[in-house]
């Protein structure tokens, strides 16, 4: 072609600037309209304290006490109103997201007044999706108060979009984001890092369980599940032998055409993940799960977690002042975790809670 040949002149080297800008705007174009599919977010959320709910955990509990089952241990179903932080923050620093679905069962977190409020132009956007929803024909299964067997049916909300953002309801967004924070050219975006094998953590555990068991005589022994090991099992079972992709507290991006297919093709384990009504160590985590299916199948947009981590129960003042100070001063942290607030005390969870109304601008 004349403006390929190996000598140019100046006119010849302007078509070649002019065909390469020409090129570049229309793969831009391609990746907008890709980026221009809807996204929604899910979150899964409970009430501990509802009377409902505790007399619906009672027949599965056998007598006994919730403390020594970790997966039924109080603290894990304990709330704090964090999901009215959890949505506001989304819908501030997340405005590309169409929809947010809180997954609860029979239960309203009572977030609605605040988002009419706040966001009027979003308050259909909020939608109340109950267990039976999402369980439809797996009833059998409930009640259930497993956090991993919820997540593993998340994917069938109706009218989910196939690109969609999963938060637990202690992860907030603390900057503005962008779509291209999440998905990239159609696919998600995975934050961590890679580690290797857990098989001297999961020798503990067995050794830890046989002492519990059989020399201490509590029969009724039950391994905390651990964030670790259940990341490796994950990808373990895809046959990853060796090692495994560490997420850590985030927002998840997942595909939920991903998660139908995975299940569709391993129905067995999924309803090995639904028949725990408690979380539980032999439970795989669908989130990792999706993320080591987009590994093997060369996603490569990883990124470090810009992910601030808390835990201010049995903290100083000056923890969490550092901690603040940290997210102030740092752009590159986006999202934030905080756990256990329901075990803080009162000016901690205040000094907490007033730090996000302002950083959310929800008090003057």
């Not at 919730?66 to 999901?83: D, L, M, Y």
């Not at 580690?195 to 391994?223: E, P, V």
């Not at 090995?272 to 947009?301: A, D, G, P, V």
Request: glycine share 4%; hydrophobic share 35%; charged share 25%.
């Amino acid at each position: 072609m004349y403006f390929c040949r190996p000598v140019a002149g100046k006119f010849d080297q302007y078509l070649i600037d002019a065909l390469v800008a020409c090129l570049t705007n229309m793969i831009k174009d391609t990746d907008n309209l890709k980026n221009n599919d809807p996204i929604d977010v899910v979150i899964c959320w409970v009430d501990g304290d509802d009377p409902r709910h505790q007399q619906k955990m009672a027949p599965f509990l056998k007598n006994i006490n919730r403390s020594s089952i970790p997966g039924a241990h109080p603290t894990r179903f304990a709330s704090v109103n964090e999901i009215r932080y959890c949505v506001l923050s989304v819908l501030t620093f997340a405005p590309f997201v169409r929809n947010i679905y809180i997954v609860t069962d029979e239960q309203d977190p009572g977030v609605h007044d605040e988002v009419k409020k706040y966001f009027p132009e979003k308050a259909h956007s909020v939608k109340i999706v109950d267990h039976t929803e999402i369980f439809r024909g797996y009833e059998k299964y409930l009640p259930t108060f497993s956090s991993r067997a919820i997540e593993s049916m998340i994917w069938r909300i109706e009218g989910l979009s196939d690109s969609f953002i999963y938060l637990n309801d202690d992860n907030f967004l603390i900057r503005e984001t962008q779509k291209e924070d999440f998905f990239v050219n159609n696919r998600p975006v995975l934050r961590g890092n890679w580690c290797y094998d857990q098989y001297l953590r999961l020798s503990w555990k067995k050794l830890q369980t046989g002492i519990q068991k059989y020399l201490l005589g509590n029969k009724n022994f039950q391994a905390r599940s651990s964030f670790h090991l259940v990341q490796w099992k994950s990808a373990h079972y895809l046959g990853m032998k060796w090692r495994y992709f560490y997420m850590d507290h985030t927002p998840h991006p997942l595909k939920r055409k991903s998660a139908e297919d995975f299940f569709l093709n391993n129905r067995i384990m999924l309803e090995t993940n639904l028949e725990h009504r408690f979380k539980n160590h032999r439970q795989l985590n669908l989130i990792s799960l999706l993320y080591h299916c987009e590994l093997l199948q060369s996603n490569t947009h990883i990124l470090k977690p810009a992910l601030a981590y808390l835990q201010p129960y049995k903290r100083s003042e000056k923890y969490l002042e550092r901690k603040i100070s940290f997210c102030e001063q740092n752009n590159d942290i986006k999202f934030l975790c905080i756990q256990s607030m329901e075990m803080c005390n009162k000016d901690q969870q205040k000094k907490v809670f007033d730090w996000l109304d302002h950083l959310l601008g929800l008090k003057s």
